[in-house]
């Protein structure tokens, strides 16, 4: 048996020792990381307290984006900015939940992108309500049953969400923040691929991969259904079957990843908004969205879009939307830059208001970047 020589085992010794060091190194950092993240909870249990005195939200969406921007701000690596911001996001979750519990509904079952948004932009120290169409999310809201809805608004592949702007039209709730989600759509299955023959996902995840579909599987049948995840729970019980969802649903129905990144738009983003009953704070990086009824008489549109013109105001997105009856109407919804309480935006929603028939301002949000 070979023996080794004194310097190997000086060596070895040294790389022990040094690791050692290192370990107990990481030891009394994660000391004083958990009495530092302790004594920051307590500063925000304490901010907490004096809201509600005050009759504030304790969820601050505008606040806490100001916050995780900040973090990416200051930081100097080498962790990089998302991977601060989701350590950041846990930290504000958790100390949020000493104070209020908070139910966020979405559209269901768990790890849908619903649920992703969700989780991006409240952490996971909240209760999830899961629920079976965006229709029932703005219903837990609307009630009170939960204190936040999270719905798909638009998608840079697919556009506007139909039964998101109908709600809209019919209810009164706010949008309160905006989580701009990456959306990466996976194949997934408990079979391999040449052994698919349906596909189950949502209309809108298999309209976002159907070139990719076409050149990959073009004999396979494309079933529509619910959700995402409903999708891959589909595809863990039924034979030859794939599903498009998320990776995490994946891992979650213990599904095997056939292809990634399949969305045949590389820069797939979907927008979600969440609904509440209340505007966020300004912070001066802003978004207001109204949704306005003209007159049925020409030009009627084009008075009302020149007043943002006119106000110095960019708009960020515009949509025409059928209203229900048999005058056959239709409601538009613009987004434009800046808070209810600007001047230019304040000027801008009175002269509309005087030009339309209904003005309803939908809510001013922090403008977030996209995650994911």
């Known amino acids: 048996m070979a023996k080794s020589s004194p310097q190997t085992a000086a060596g070895d010794s040294g790389k022990s020792s040094s690791l050692a060091s290192l370990r107990t190194k990481i030891d009394t950092i994660d000391r004083d990381l958990v009495g530092l993240m302790n004594a920051r909870a307590e500063v925000a249990r304490q901010i907490g307290l004096i809201k509600r005195t005050d009759g504030q939200a304790t969820y601050d969406p505008a606040r806490e984006e100001m916050v995780l921007e900040r973090v990416a701000a200051s930081n100097a690596g080498p962790l990089s900015d998302d991977s601060l911001k989701a350590i950041y996001r846990e930290l504000i979750s958790g100390s949020r939940a000493i104070e209020q519990h908070i139910r966020v509904a979405h559209l269901g079952p768990a790890w849908t992108y619903s649920h992703l948004a969700a989780l991006h932009r409240f952490g996971s120290s909240v209760e999830f309500v899961p629920v079976a169409s965006i229709s029932a999310a703005f219903e837990e809201v609307q009630a009170g049953h939960s204190h936040y809805g999270v719905v798909p608004l638009e998608n840079s592949t697919d556009g506007r969400i139909a039964d998101t702007l109908d709600n809209?039209?019919?209810?009164?709730?706010?949008?309160?923040?905006?989580v701009p989600l990456r959306i990466h759509h996976t194949l997934l299955a408990a079979?391999?691929?040449t052994s698919v023959t349906e596909v189950y996902s949502r209309p809108q995840a298999l309209s976002q991969c159907r070139n990719w579909l076409a050149r990959h599987l073009p004999n396979a049948r494309l079933i529509e259904v619910t959700s995402t995840s409903a999708a891959a729970e589909t595809a863990a019980k039924t034979p030859r079957?794939?599903?498009?969802?998320?990776?995490?649903a994946g891992v979650h129905h213990g599904l095997d990843v056939l292809a990634e990144d399949i969305e045949d738009v590389a820069d797939n983003t979907t927008r979600f908004a969440v609904i509440g009953h209340d505007d966020a704070k300004?912070?001066?990086k802003d978004k207001t969205a109204l949704m306005f009824e003209i007159e049925h008489k020409p030009g009627g549109l084009a008075d009302a879009l020149s007043v943002p013109k006119k106000q110095k105001l960019n708009l960020t997105w515009i949509e025409s939307f059928p209203m229900a009856g048999k005058d056959r109407g239709y409601?538009?919804?613009?987004?434009?830059?800046g808070h209810r309480s600007d001047l230019r935006v304040r000027r801008a929603i009175s002269s509309l208001e005087k030009r339309c028939k209904r003005v309803v301002i939908l809510g001013s949000y922090a403008s977030a970047a996209a995650v994911g």
């Not at 809209?168 to 905006?178: D, Q």
Request: one cysteine or more.
């Open 168 to 178: 809209f039209s019919r209810l009164p709730v706010k949008i309160c923040a905006e």
């Open 191 to 193: 079979c391999d691929r």
């Open 241 to 248: 079957a794939a599903a498009i969802a998320s990776r995490q």
């Open 282 to 284: 300004r912070t001066g």
């Open 331 to 337: 409601i538009f919804f613009v987004e434009l830059e």
